[in-house]
């Protein structure tokens, strides 16, 4: 099979590369995904400068979005921001025979713009793709008008509102992605509880197999990385399921596990702390203050 990574820097490339017109702007185009013509078959890596928004249906090509699988069906919307690495595996046998569109646009679009700025606190750029937005027919009907928008507005002419215009449509399609990711999290609770008592499982072992004495409290990173999920993912799920941040969540179960410790052993303080991953006596007590309001040693003694 092919291997090759294709590195893909304008919008201008892309339509190159696909055999498209000349985009009629230079930094955002949207594209009816029945135009694209079949890919080659094998295995290749594209990796994109600029941002990108997709409604796929009937895409069945096997799909990584950086490592991990992507689940492409019906009504699906993947948002991808530059940089990121995209792995296409064709078969032989694969039919071609997708629908839908993609928008992509470059950051130069977003210039002397808030949007530069706030388009980073969109966290869904950065989802593992098998947390892909999964749409309802009234959802997908409502992000496709806000497309065909967008791509009537760069049909016009080009004047000193086009631009304006443009990057309120993406913040309003943004805006939509957000509510629907939070409506997802709410009714896909299955999948996330899952993903929660993995978590658990996972922090349980490391808690009782020594390694907090080891290597300390593991990161947040090191954390997304065993449950093959993003960092910002994680986080975003925690604090649907429990109102907690990932590192809120990993203080709090190191606190109850202090707790424990001070209130059925004997061990001292420092031996505690030590056990807990702590180089320093002092970062364990500031830590378990700022989250009892007591000391190590106060909540001791409020036990005897």
């Not at 990057?167 to 299955?190: S, V």
């Not at 031996?271 to 909540?299: C, D, R, V």
Request: aromatic share 10%; charged share 20%.
């Amino acid at each position: 099979m092919n291997k090759q990574v294709i590195r893909v820097r304008s919008i201008s490339e892309f339509h190159e590369l696909f055999r498209l017109q000349k985009p009629e702007h230079p930094l955002i185009t949207i594209i009816d995904l029945e135009a694209l013509g079949p890919p080659v078959e094998g295995s290749y890596s594209r990796v994109f400068d600029f941002y990108s928004i997709s409604l796929k249906k009937n895409f069945y090509l096997k799909m990584l979005y950086g490592q991990q699988p992507h689940d492409f069906d019906e009504g699906v919307l993947h948002f991808m921001a530059p940089g990121q690495v995209l792995t296409i595996q064709v078969e032989k046998d694969y039919v071609h025979s997708p629908s839908g569109w993609m928008i992509l646009f470059h950051p130069d679009l977003l210039w002397n713009t808030p949007l530069a700025k706030t388009i980073k606190q969109y966290e869904y750029f950065g989802y593992a793709a098998n947390e892909a937005l999964h749409l309802s027919d009234k959802e997908e009907t409502m992000i496709t008008a806000i497309a065909k928008s967008m791509q009537q507005e760069y049909h016009s002419a080009i004047d000193k509102f086009s631009q304006s215009v443009i990057i309120a449509q993406l913040e309003l399609l943004l805006t939509y992605g957000d509510r629907f990711y939070q409506r997802q999290f709410i009714t896909r609770k299955m999948s996330g509880h899952d993903i929660l008592n993995r978590l658990e499982e996972l922090l349980d072992h490391h808690f009782n197999s020594g390694a907090l004495i080891e290597k300390g409290l593991p990161t947040v990173v090191d954390i997304a990385e065993s449950l093959h999920i993003t960092p910002d993912y994680l986080s975003s799920l925690l604090k649907s399921l429990t109102g907690q941040s990932t590192q809120q969540h990993l203080h709090n179960k190191l606190i109850e596990l202090a707790k424990e410790k001070l209130s059925t052993t004997d061990l001292s303080i420092s031996e505690i702390a030590y056990q807990l991953g702590f180089e320093h006596l002092a970062s364990f007590s500031k830590l378990f203050k700022t989250k009892t309001n007591l000391s190590p040693l106060e909540f001791r003694r409020s036990f005897n």
